[in-house]
Each structure stands twice: as C-alpha cells, then as structure tokens.
C-alpha cells in the first residue's frame, strides 16, 4: 500500500519456503470506503502479509532507500468462535417451528477491522454460520473489531466490539428478534395530504453489515406509499431525513406482508 493509492497498488504470494515478489494487482477500489488519505491510514508505504484462514495480517513500513529484503513474522493464529440464535433457538430449530417460513436463513457473520483506514477492509474478515448458528472467524489480526451477523443479507444484530489480542477469545453470541415481515406504509401529512417523494430513514442496528445490505434513506413513492422489509417483528421508527418529524408503525410477523398504515408526519409546508 502506497500512500497515494485507495488500495494495494502491488501483491503476490509466498512460495513453499515463504519467499514473495511483489508484482502489479492495481486494485483502485477495496470497497471499504476509506479514502487514501483517511487520517488512520498508513503515511507511509507498507507491505501487509497475512495467511488466511490462519494468521492475521503484520504490517511493515517499507523504506525506498533500503534495499534489504524484507522479512515479515505473522502473529500467532486467533480464532473467534461464536453461535447465531433467533429468539433464542438456532436457526434450524427455529424454521422447524410454528412460526411462518423466514426463508433460508443464511448467516453472514463480519468482523470489520478498525482504525486502520485504508487497511481496514484488507484486515476484515467475514464467515457463515452452519444450520445450527456456530461459526468461526479464523485468522484476526490484533486489534479492534465490529463484530455484526445478518440473516439472508435483510435481518440485522446489534453489533459488538471484539479487542483482539494474542491468546484465546471468549465466544461471541448473538441472538436475533422474531425476524418481521413486509410493512406497507402511506406517509400523509397533519392534513392527510399524502407525502410523495419523500426521503425517511428507519431505525436498524448500526455496523459493518448496516453499511453492505440496507440503503441510507428510503423514498415514498407518487403516491405517499413506503414498502419496508428487513425490521425485527414489532414496532419500529421512522423519521424525516431532517430529523423534524418522526412516527411509530408496527413490523408484521415474518412471511406477512401487513395491512396498510397510514403514518402521519407533522411537517411544515
């Protein structure tokens, strides 16, 4: 990584006896977001080494005037293991009781480095639970993390913080509401004059995945009417995007798509 480049401008691979030349990658984009010049960013170039699946990553400042080879050391192997559970039942269990079907329930778990910059999204790590919700991130770099699982890529958790240091870490579990349904709501005014092409944000659990899966804002349509899906079963929050109005509406059980709500929005005209 050079200081002026988004991304690793140079990359390669170890042969049997951990010797690498670098060669060109040009990866302009990471997709992490993070400009060349975050402040957390490297101001220096460096060259980041990691095993994955195993080791995280060591990161080493290069130095143009030497001409020394350099040799990287790989910190030990650190493995998080944690499990996914919905209302308290693993995701199996779950879809085999009474409740409606939620669909597949394919679990994304991502551990999303922090205060790295640039080197972020190189240092993140993402896993997928097995049916019974366990899962294992395997070969985290030393650091601080964001921890937060999706199911199908629409349901999100609360997110959670992992410092990660040598040694062994204790288990991380999260465990989902009652996965909701679709609402379909009409935004009206104090009036009941519908509210057409208005942007509104919904409450849902910040982090890393938040950012992948779930637009900033969402926009009513000609006619005043929103579709929401993605929300835990039970009652959620919309507001304005310039947080002057905001208003309750009811999340039906998953596999539903509820009844229209009229939500009423006291806004200035």
Known sequence: FAPDYPSAYLGGWTDALGNFDLHGLYMFSSGSGEPAASPDSPKKTVVVAWLPGKCGATILPLDAKDTTPPHLVLPPAITLHG???????????????????????????????????????????????????????????????LVQAAIDNIWLSRSKELIVKAGELPAMNFDFDHPGGSALLLLVDQNGKPLRDVDVTIEAPAGPLNKLYRPKSLTSDNQGFLFVEGLAEGKSTLQLVDGKAKSDFVVPPAGIVGAKQKITLNIDR
């Open 83 to 145: 499990s996914v559970t919905i209302a308290g039942k693993s995701p199996a269990d779950y879809m085999a009781g009474s409740r409606k079907d939620c669909g597949g329930f394919n679990v994304h778990i991502r551990a999303a480095y922090q205060g790295a910059g640039k080197l972020n999204d190189t240092l993140s790590i993402s896993a997928y639970a097995d049916p019974q919700g366990h899962f294992t991130i395997a070969g985290l770099t030393p650091g601080r993390y």
